[in-house]
């Protein structure tokens, strides 16, 4: 019961009204207070000029406002002798009245919306974004998009959703949680991977279920920020290499790599078997990660038998890229990390962080 009231919650929160909709009762705010400060400055000088030297500024607005709200306290002015006082009077009555009635429907329309609710959302989830660096794209929250997000909530990644379905950005936050950020819009369009923090993001995937949109998230993405790690989605072969000109670091042929699991499931089940385990374990969170060492990192010239001596006993080397650019798979504890060695291990979310923290220096 509190999960449906939750979720119910988060629908009505993160709901998106008609852009049309939300333009018109916008437009409405505004006008109706730009009518009210005109008739209250109206108001307000023709009190002052009409009375003046005897009547101060600061009066002079207080009566045109007691007037126009129909509050009626005691006069500050007096009209008796002012014909052109009293005129004046009848005209605030009359106009800033129905001036002050069309600004408050126009302020409970918007508020009833939740036209308020959704900028206020918006402004905030614009800042988290743009205080966010080194974190990660994920364009398109379909199918693929959904197991994606949830990869990289579950390993403790900042991630960045973008999608135009406001249906579908709804269902993730009410499967996985509002642990990730979002960006309603096109992701093809510049203005909304800059949105998304794309020049301060370390790796994009480009993952909606047509090709053609994926290399054009490729491209653009790849002309905001050159050292970006981008994975493309691809369905058919002949995309490849276009992908890879476009500047996708790596592509992926979900054919392909559908057709190797079904295979591997057949003629070798039991490795299947481990390492579904292995990703589906909720409380160890193990994964295959891979880190490379920085130039500043304290690890460098380090052994791997010192690496686990600094608190990674439940880190597991698998293999080591050396400076020649060879791989030795299953190194020894006496085997040494450079700088620019690339290190490929089983461990938890917390081990990654510490050691990612190392190795970056």
């Avoid at 509002?178 to 203005?191: I, K, P, Q």
């Avoid at 078997?273 to 409380?283: A, M, V």
Wanted: with cysteine.
């Amino acid at each position: 019961m509190h999960l449906r009231s939750r979720n119910a919650h988060i629908r009505a929160q993160f709901a998106e009204i008609p852009n049309q909709t939300r333009k018109t009762l916008v437009r409405g705010l505004i006008r109706s207070a730009v009518l009210v400060f005109l008739v209250t400055l109206v108001g307000t000088i023709g009190y002052w000029i009409l009375t003046s030297p005897h009547v101060s500024f600061s009066d002079a607005l207080y009566m045109t406002v007691i007037t126009v709200t129909t509050i009626g306290f005691g006069e500050v002015i007096e009209t008796t002798s002012h014909p052109g006082v009293r005129w004046l009077t009848m005209f605030l009555s009359f106009m800033g009245v129905g001036t002050v009635l069309y600004f408050f429907s126009s302020l409970t329309a918007f508020m009833l919306e939740g036209a308020f609710d959704r900028i206020l959302l918006r402004r905030r989830m614009e800042k988290r974004i743009g205080e966010m660096s080194d974190h990660f794209i994920v364009c398109g929250g379909g199918r693929m998009g959904r197991h994606i997000v949830n990869e990289l909530v579950e390993t403790n990644r900042d991630v960045v959703l973008i999608e135009q379905d406001q249906e579908r950005i709804q269902d993730l936050i009410e499967h996985i949680g509002d642990t990730f950020l979002w960006v309603a819009g096109d992701a093809t369009h510049d203005e909304t991977l800059i949105a998304a923090g794309i020049e301060r993001a370390a790796g994009l995937a480009a993952c909606t279920s047509d090709d053609n949109q994926n290399l054009i998230i490729t491209f653009s993405a790849r002309m905001h920020n050159a050292n970006l790690r981008i994975a493309a989605r691809c369905r058919t072969d002949v995309m490849i290499a276009k992908m890879e000109r476009a500047g996708a670091s790596s592509v992926v042929s979900t054919n392909k790599i559908g057709g190797l699991r079904l295979v591997s499931a057949m003629i070798r089940p039991a490795a299947v078997s481990y390492f579904d385990q292995l990703l589906r374990d909720e409380e160890l969170q193990l994964r295959v990660e891979s880190l490379t060492i920085g130039e500043h990192s304290k690890l460098a010239n380090k052994t791997l038998r010192e690496l686990r001596g600094r608190h990674f006993e439940d880190l597991l080397v698998i293999a080591l890229r050396d400076q020649k650019n060879e791989w030795r798979y299953n190194p020894t504890g006496d085997e040494r990390m450079h700088v620019g060695s690339c290190v490929i291990f089983i461990s938890g979310p917390e081990s990654r962080l510490r050691f990612e923290q190392m190795a970056m220096g």
